[in-house]
């Protein structure tokens, strides 16, 4: 029996009302899931990376993906988009091989094909097999361990494209970057800090970064390698700094593994904590804190003139945007800014105390999924008239679910961090505020920040 999963497009209520069917009161809000756990909306804004683009990041490998038509679509066109499909491959499955055939011997006959008619040989294969594939049992030991033995000089990265174990298991970003630390070797450490598995090249205005070089540190970016001999290089740091939640899993591996040590940089935007945070770093590495007082005054002082410009005009800001949208609402509710809808399906567990703060404080926030199918059918604010923004949002889905073509175009805080991500973040604010963008332009494109032909 089919049951409707929301009500006809005439009952919907407009989207711009805070007690429409979606959206609840921040006051009201549970932690840390305030929404439902159902049937999922993907929205068209496609600028946050998915693990075909983050493969993409290690030079001199080539990725092939073993899966069904359905699944292969996304990825063979993220591949496409990128201009890189001379480094992409694909195993199509089709019924008949579920029912009759040996798919450990179609993986290791499938990638051998592939191997044979590369114009090129690949230092390593990022090596994607399905979900379908824990359904059929399949020995993936056994292929990689034939793999290996057949393509000695090839290093195997055992990836997964099995988003149906995400909420128990490992997620596909998590497994893909512990496969990719994986192709790193043991070697002899030297005076070297490693940026592992961020998406985004690091923004050297960054005062982690500043820190580093002043200490005498070398530093070398995982989203910024330019061969895969100066990735493999990344094994002689003695530190492995992230500030992607997914890397976790790589950077306790390669702890094991590798006797690197690792620090976790969160996306933080509260002061105190980022001072402290670069206090504990310096400390760690055995240097003196440098004083960032003066970062700090910047960026104070580049906020109070957003907010001089920005005024009371209204803000929405999303998950998408970077990792502590929360603590992000809070900072710039602290300093007079008009925050009045948030994006977000959860709330993270590095959140809760800002999650909590802005409950009691702002509690007249709306708080808004990003998944709920009703999205796809709630009226959308009609686009200004007069060339004043009625709402600036931060990232593409606040924007695109305002209709507003004022808002700040950046994914995972476009890899920046610390008190220069905020000054520029101000900087950004006031841009947005003064020049309209053109939305479906700007979010159709896929991975932003990295490589697009498009």
Not at 115 to 128: D, E, G, S, T
Not at 302 to 313: D, M, V
Not at 320 to 336: D, Y
Not at 383 to 395: M, V
Request: glycine share 6%; net charge neutral; hydrophobic share 40%.
């Amino acid at each position: 029996m089919l049951k409707r999963l929301f009500p006809p497009t005439s009952q919907v209520a407009d989207a711009t009302e805070p007690s429409g069917p979606v959206s609840v009161l921040l006051r009201e809000a549970e932690y840390p899931a305030p929404f439902p756990h159902a049937l999922e909306y993907s929205a068209p804004c496609r600028g946050t990376w998915n693990i075909v683009h983050t493969g993409m990041r290690i030079p001199g490998t080539h990725q092939i993906f073993i899966c069904a038509s359905g699944c292969l679509r996304g990825v063979v066109l993220t591949a496409a988009e990128m201009g890189l499909m001379g480094r992409f491959s694909s195993l199509e499955l089709h019924e008949n091989d579920l029912t009759g055939r040996d798919n450990e011997m179609l993986i290791i006959e499938g990638v051998t094909d592939i191997l044979a008619r590369l114009p090129y040989r690949p230092r390593a294969i990022l090596l994607f097999p399905a979900c379908v594939h824990h359904f059929l049992g399949c020995n993936l030991r056994f292929v990689y361990q034939t793999l290996r033995k057949r393509f000695p000089d090839i290093a195997f990265a055992e990836c997964f494209m099995d988003p149906i174990r995400q909420t128990r298991h490992l997620k596909p970003e998590e497994r893909l970057r512990r496969a990719i630390g994986r192709l790193l070797p043991e070697l002899p450490k030297e005076k070297q800090v490693s940026i592992f598995g961020n998406n985004l090249k690091t923004d050297r205005d960054s005062d982690f970064v500043k820190l580093l070089q002043a200490g005498g540190f070398a530093i070398r970016d995982m989203s910024d390698c330019q061969s895969y001999d100066e990735f493999q290089k990344l094994g002689a740091s003695r530190l492995n700094l992230y500030t992607n939640p997914f890397s976790v899993p790589a950077v306790q591996d390669m702890k094991k593994r590798l006797q690197q040590d690792f620090f976790y940089l969160p996306q933080t935007w509260d002061f105190t904590e980022i001072a402290a945070l670069l206090k504990e770093l310096a400390a760690k590495l055995g240097l003196p804190c440098p004083d960032f007082s003066h970062e700090q005054a910047k960026a104070e002082k580049t906020l109070q003139e957003a907010r001089a410009l920005i005024g009371s005009t209204p803000l929405a800001l999303d998950l998408s945007f970077t990792f502590r949208p929360f603590g992000l609402a809070k900072l710039l509710c602290e300093h007079g800014f008009a925050v009045t809808k948030i994006y977000s399906d959860a709330v993270s567990p590095e959140e809760e105390e800002d999650f909590y703060w802005l409950k009691e404080h702002h509690g007249n926030i709306e708080l808004w999924p990003t998944k709920a199918p009703l999205l796809r059918v709630l009226k959308r604010p009609a686009a200004p008239q007069d060339g004043k923004p009625a709402l600036l949002a931060l990232g593409q889905k606040a924007a695109y679910f305002n209709n507003t073509p004022y808002f700040v175009n950046l994914v995972e805080s476009g890899g920046r961090w610390g008190f220069a991500a905020v000054q520029k973040l101000a900087l950004d604010m006031m841009a947005a505020y003064q020049q309209p963008k053109d939305i479906e332009a700007n979010v159709s494109r896929k991975g932003l920040g990295g490589p697009c032909i498009l």
